[in-house]
């Protein structure tokens, strides 16, 4: 069943919704009414759960940093063990997957959903991989600090499930052309689920649908900030800290996952820290980019040796997958919460 809401019904969800808070100020503030109307209409369709068609593309586009970072990492190690191709192989099907799914209904429900499903396992198998090449170095566990950081990135294959976790949260959602969810419908709008559709999901999905998984996404992003914090931590260490800019992911990762875990608990906390700190990390991440893609180019030979110096050179896109964990952190910031 499909029915258009009125202007009236538009202006009493955005009330229900909580519109108001001051990032929302801030930014009405800031930008021309315009910009700001398009980025309230973008608010209201994150809020139910209509952004499929983006967060596929965004899952596609993650996933080729993310693949790409993996390929040279895995280089580096001469792909000593066939299961290194894995994750290479699974970042293009998740990038081809992903444009699919953003232009395709379907395939956002079937391709997408398994490939980013068996991407995810495959993390899951290359962390468990890590961990045992960790313990095979000299010393094993009982030098743990020592053979962390000098070990294989313990925790870079979560962080290639970063994008796949997207893909798969984007297999449940609407389109971005579906019409709005209301649990008490307005005279004008009509319920886009059926009471028959419902029961035939399970209750997380219909939530998912919904747009209503914020506590959900909350503690994704503070996972996924665990691991990308830790990772820049001991990656640093490893320059001995040569710049002051390095210091800034392993201040801002706490922050993030403390308003992250702020937010499970409190809905105020959810509309202004998280979204804050989110911003924080994407920034962050951008500048962490620059630095890192400023020290390739110093390296000897430069862009003469573009694929030498971008395996051997600091890690380029680490700085990036830093930013899509504040990515998901200003998602969650724009969901609605659990039932």
């Not at 809401?5 to 800031?30: C, H, I, M, V, Y």
């Not at 993996?70 to 066939?82: F, I, L, N, P």
């Not at 959903?113 to 961990?131: E, M, N, P, Q």
């Amino acid at each position: 069943m499909k029915l258009t809401a009125t202007n009236g019904a538009r202006g009493k969800r955005r009330t229900q919704n909580g519109r108001g808070s001051w990032p929302d100020r801030f930014l009405e503030k800031l930008l021309p009414s315009r910009a700001a109307r398009e980025i309230e209409i973008a608010e209201a369709h994150i809020r139910d759960g209509r952004f499929q068609r983006s967060l596929s593309l965004l899952a596609g586009a993650s996933s080729v940093l993310a693949g790409a970072e993996v390929a040279y990492e895995h280089y580096r190690g001469s792909y000593g063990q066939r299961i290194m191709y894995t994750p290479v192989a699974l970042g293009g099907a998740m990038t081809i997957a992903g444009i699919w799914g953003a232009f395709s209904k379907r395939a956002a429900r079937t391709v997408l959903r398994w490939t980013s499903a068996v991407t995810l396992l495959d993390g899951l198998i290359g962390f468990c991989f890590h961990l045992r090449g960790i313990q095979r170095k000299p010393g094993g566990w009982r030098l743990p600090l020592v053979n962390i950081i000098m070990g294989p990135p313990i925790f870079a294959p979560l962080l290639f499930g970063v994008s796949a976790y997207l893909g798969l949260i984007a297999s449940f959602l609407r389109r971005e052309e579906s019409p709005p969810i209301g649990l008490r419908a307005p005279k004008g709008l009509v319920l886009a689920l059926t009471s028959a559709e419902i029961a035939a999901h399970h209750p997380w999905t219909v939530g998912l649908r919904e747009g209503r998984f914020q506590k959900h996404l909350a503690l994704a992003t503070m996972v996924g900030t665990f691991c990308s914090g830790a990772e820049a931590l001991y990656s640093h260490y490893k320059n001995n800290f040569r710049y002051l800019a390095q210091w800034t992911p392993i201040i801002i990762a706490p922050l993030l996952m403390g308003a992250a875990a702020a937010a499970i608990c409190n809905k105020k906390a959810a509309r202004t820290w998280l979204p804050a700190m989110s911003a924080l990390a994407i920034i962050d991440g951008g500048v962490g980019f620059f630095y890192h893609a400023r020290g390739v180019l110093r390296r000897p030979g430069g862009m003469k040796k573009p694929l030498y110096n971008l395996i051997y050179g600091p890690p380029v896109f680490a700085p990036l997958l830093f930013a899509a964990c504040g990515t998901v952190g200003l998602l969650a910031s724009l969901m609605r919460r659990e039932r």
